[in-house]
């Protein structure tokens, strides 16, 4: 089973050495890393091509924000299997993508995912948000479930027939997509483990213009996908007290 990881990055330099290396790490070794650079300027193509090997795959040039370079580098890849590393995270272990694989393996699953632990931004060992997702089922989404998107994976052929990720949303493309697949009866398997570290200080929680920019675009998700309402997207944020304790 071949598993493509696609990383968009854009002046990354200090982390993407730590991100190249992770992927080179896993135990299963039938993987093309793809990277979509949004032609940095920092010194990014330069760790990445001192650390590069054969499996990697490099592209630089200009796009029109995150989920574009993403959908790019989805169309660019040839795997079996399709997930995402962005520049600033790390798998937790080395045999992420092999239990990935093992998953993957019914036939009658389309994707996976996993726990995910968010970190300091300069301490990947110091956890500050724990976020244990837990089995999916038919009611979730309408109580503002969600699967941690850096640690999803799917078969190539989810991209193929439900599409990738909306540009229109500018911060909650992967929470509009992993509606319209799961609603289009995407079948998940959950591996009740941390899969990915994820540092904090993403762009979603960047100012207090970016946390409403982003609550109005989870609440246009869930009218779109007609999952729910002021109610959901209310479950959806309280959610994430949890994550904390």
């Not at 990055?9 to 070794?29: C, D, K, M, P």
């Not at 991209?159 to 995407?186: C, H, K, P, Q």
Request: aromatic residues 8%; charged residues 25%.
């Amino acid at each position: 089973m071949k598993i493509s990881i696609v990383t968009a990055v854009w002046n990354r330099a200090r982390t993407i050495g730590e991100a190249l290396e992770s992927v080179q790490r896993q135990s299963h070794r039938d993987i093309e890393h793809v990277i979509q650079d949004g032609g940095s300027t920092d010194g990014t193509l330069q760790v990445i091509e001192r650390l590069a090997d054969e499996r990697t795959c490099v592209v630089s040039e200009r796009d029109s924000g995150i989920y574009d370079a993403i959908n790019t580098g989805i169309a660019r890849a040839t795997g079996d299997v399709i997930g995402l590393m962005h520049s600033d995270d790390i798998f937790a272990s080395d045999n992420v993508l092999s239990d990935v694989a093992v998953a993957l393996a019914d036939r009658e699953v389309d994707g996976v995912y996993g726990d995910l632990q968010y970190v300091s931004a300069t301490d990947p060992d110091r956890v500050i948000r724990y976020w244990r997702s837990g089995s999916y089922g038919p009611s979730a989404l309408k109580r503002g479930w969600m699967p941690p998107h850096p640690t999803l994976y799917l078969r190539r052929e989810v991209f193929e027939r439900w599409g990738a990720y909306d540009t229109s949303f500018r911060i909650s493309a992967d929470y509009d997509a992993m509606l319209r697949w799961l609603n289009n009866g995407v079948r998940l398997a959950y591996v009740p483990r941390v899969l990915v570290k994820m540092r904090v200080g993403g762009q979603s929680n960047a100012s207090l213009g970016s946390i409403l920019r982003k609550s109005l675009e989870d609440y246009c998700a869930i009218r779109c996908n007609k999952v729910g309402g002021l109610g959901t997207l209310a479950l959806k944020n309280f959610s994430k007290i949890e994550q904390f304790i």
